[in-house]
């Protein structure tokens, strides 16, 4: 995720050396283990933002039809709810990763969140299905901003380290916690005032950042600011949109529809165009030299195992709840509370972890240990009584989860200048969106592949075994890679 930083400033001013030349940074022998009053402050301030949009990402999801049945959406209008906010939350990411860089990454940040604020009030009192859409697209695209300038501002505040192993696996445990905390609070407050404060709940808390950052963050930007790559930002957006929208259809009117081959085909052409398009640029939104660094690679591509697979388990886990134990989406939300646990406690030892043990190792024991955890769930049959083992298993995969997760997002940003930071933690966040929208499409197909026409029991297990043994490959294959380079 640099060149050291100085410790107690929130954030020092970012190197100027060439992207493709800077060697990778070793692990300072004196990092600080202690963190600054001022460094405590902006950590909560960060963590707190983070934490509120990883709620935006669910809490809307089990009130979905509450919403649907106030502002008159049509049944198969109801997906577009989500889908208007990830294509604009993956699509537009990398590009305001690389937009931190240059204009700041406080300036980005403290507009992201006003942006956010804005938009959750007007999908509050929104009076129609056209002005809910436009307040999830500009969520989206807030989240877009803040995610990965947040993530900026963290590792330039702290340099490379058991400090910055610690503030990252706090924010890998409060953006997971914050998913499954939107689950319940979406539940809890569609049931007991409106689905309307699913988004008013945002209001108070963004007013409080954009109020608080001015005077805790202190701005970063580079000295000279180089041009933005236009042909590289237009290639890689419309690329990502395209994909994003591929799989939300996907999941919708299956993987050969016409309407989802057509968007991914085109996608992944533009995203190769990108690459080429970036070999050649004098400014390139992202030099392919980054894009080739061992570290990025494998550390990306184990995150995005562990997005795919988690996101992924908490859908086939809401099916097995809902259609083969009847759970309602409140109970549903609530039993979803000890993942939630499960994560808090993996991002809590994730830095301590990584530091005693190193990154390729905590990647692999905690991808080994979700796997085995998921693996238990095969089991489940049809008696109450299996609530049991899938809270004591989702308890244990939370934790190597989030293992997996803090190991990823150390691997993926080390060893890189502060210039580079908003590139990194903006191919980082790209990364988190696609798993997160990609692994619902991917094991529903399973499911429907697997089950009976009377019993979807089958399906949910088989689906289990295939996430199963997708993070334990993911985990091997990463670790062994990242092992070959050292």
């Known amino acids: 995720m640099a060149t050291p930083t100085t410790a107690s ?32 402050l902006l950590l909560t301030l960060l963590l707190g933002a983070q934490f509120m949009v990883a709620v935006d990402f669910s809490i809307l999801n089990v009130a979905l039809p509450e919403v649907g049945a106030g502002l008159g959406f049509a049944l198969a209008d109801l997906q577009w709810i989500a889908t208007a906010f990830a294509l604009a939350a993956a699509g537009f990411t990398l590009l305001f990763g690389r937009l931190a860089d240059l204009v700041g ?24 299905p056209e002005v809910l859409l436009a307040a999830r697209v500009l969520q989206g695209l807030a989240t877009a901003a803040v995610t990965p300038a947040g993530l900026a501002l963290l590792t330039t505040a702290f340099r490379e380290g058991p400090l910055r192993e610690r503030a990252l696996g706090l924010n890998g445990a409060l953006m997971s916690a914050g998913f499954t905390a939107g689950a319940i609070l979406g539940g809890l407050l569609t049931s007991l005032l409106s689905w309307r404060f699913a988004f008013l709940v945002n ?8 109020a608080l950052a001015p005077r805790m963050i202190t701005e970063s930007r580079p000295a000279v600011r180089p041009r933005l790559d236009v042909p590289g930002a237009a290639s890689v957006t419309a690329g990502l949109l395209l994909l994003v929208f591929g799989l939300t259809r996907a999941g919708e009117h299956g993987w050969t529809a016409p309407g989802t081959l057509g968007p ?4 992944a052409v533009l995203v190769v165009a990108f690459w080429f398009v970036e070999k050649r640029a004098a400014e390139p939104l992202v030099p392919t030299a980054l894009l080739r660094r061992r570290t990025v690679i494998w550390g990306n591509t184990a995150g995005l195992v562990a997005f795919v697979t988690e996101t992924s388990l908490v859908f086939l886990l809401t099916l097995y709840l809902q259609k083969v134990l009847g759970y309602s989406p409140l109970a549903t939300g609530l039993a979803f509370g000890v993942l939630g646990l499960g994560t808090v406690l993996g991002g809590t030892l994730g830095g301590r972890v990584v530091g005693r043990f190193g990154t390729r190792a905590t990647l692999l024991g905690g991808g080994l240990a979700q796997a085995a955890a998921t693996a238990t769930l095969v089991a489940l049959g049809t008696s109450h009584a299996w609530i049991a083992l899938l809270l004591a298993a989702t308890f244990a995969g939370g934790v190597g989860n989030m293992l997996m997760i803090v190991a990823f997002m150390v691997t993926a940003t080390s060893g890189l200048p502060d210039a580079d930071q908003g590139r990194a933690t903006g191919v980082a966040t790209m990364t988190q969106q696609i798993g997160i929208t990609l692994g619902t499409p991917v094991m529903s197909a399973v499911v429907i592949a697997s089950s009976t026409a009377a019993d979807v029991l089958p399906g949910i297990r088989v689906a289990i075994g295939v996430n199963a043994a997708l993070v334990a490959a993911g985990a091997v294959v990463a670790a062994a890679a990242l092992k070959r380079g050292r």
């Open 9 to 40: 400033s929130a954030s020092a001013p970012p190197s100027t050396a060439p992207p493709s030349t800077a060697p990778p940074a070793a692990r300072p022998a004196d990092a600080p283990h202690r963190m600054t009053g001022r460094q405590r």
């Open 203 to 210: 209001v108070p808390v963004a007013a409080l950042v954009v």
């Open 264 to 267: 991914l085909a085109a996608g």
């Open 105 to 128: 990454r406080k300036r980005l940040f403290v507009g992201g969140m006003a942006v956010l604020g804005a938009s959750s009030l007007l999908g509050g009192l929104a009076t129609g």
